[in-house]
């Protein structure tokens, strides 16, 4: 690389320890994958434990749809030629609908799995997709989309969903149901004859 500088005539240097901001265009690039991931997962109320896929995402849609202000292309243009077809993209963390292809169905099983769009694929024109029903991410290009945002009410039942598979890898470790002990021991019974024993009761301290 020295001798590829020397011929060039490029000028190698490191920069001051614990100073991202003379690295302009590298810390630029990376706030902007951040800031981007950041607005496409409280745009859906999608959960936090989801953000390597949110970023991951960000960096396909940028080389397909990021113009450059000089050449005025975008750097799939760049590289492949041809503009891309985006006719597939789709918002991210919107409610998926995926064919199940997979499991045995009984006779009245549904044939389809809730899911969440997370991204796509790089090796093939599938979607990546998080089934609810078995809590793992997978690809698939069956499905069918519901591009309406969706509402808070449904994205926290995710996330509780989500939770007992994400983060740790753990499911909680202790239930949180706990008994209610009730003393019924000076509570009045609903029973006839006990109710017709204090009208007795109270008809002799009247009289």
């Not at 490029?10 to 902007?32: M, W």
């Not at 760049?78 to 499991?103: D, E, M, R, S, V």
């Not at 044939?111 to 024109?125: A, E, H, I, M, P």
């Not at 969903?161 to 209610?180: F, H, K, M, V, W």
Request: proline residues 6%; contains cysteine; neutral net charge.
């Amino acid at each position: 690389f020295h001798i590829f500088y020397k011929e060039n005539g490029i000028l190698y240097n490191f920069s001051t320890p614990k100073t991202p901001q003379q690295n302009v265009v590298a810390e630029r690039k990376n706030r902007s994958l951040h800031e981007m991931a950041r607005t496409m997962l409280n745009d859906n109320y999608t959960p936090k434990h989801f953000g390597v896929e949110a970023v991951s995402t960000v960096c396909y849609l940028r080389n397909k749809f990021y113009i450059r202000p000089i050449l005025k292309k975008i750097p799939y243009e760049i590289w492949k030629g041809p503009k891309p077809n985006i006719a597939y993209f789709h918002p991210f963390g919107c409610q998926c609908f995926i064919l199940n292809t997979k499991h045995h169905l009984g006779k009245f099983d549904s044939k389809c799995d809730n899911g969440r769009l997370l991204g796509y694929s790089q090796t093939s024109k599938a979607y990546r997709v998080y089934n609810f029903r078995t809590l793992a991410m997978e690809e698939a290009i069956q499905i069918r989309f519901n591009d309406t945002k969706p509402d808070t009410k449904i994205s926290e039942l995710d996330e509780s969903i989500a939770d007992l598979r994400l983060g740790d890898g753990i499911g909680p470790s202790t239930s949180t149901y706990q008994p209610i002990e009730v003393d019924v021991s000076n509570q009045a019974l609903d029973h006839p004859q006990e109710k017709e024993n204090q009208l007795d009761e109270s008809s002799e301290r009247i009289i």
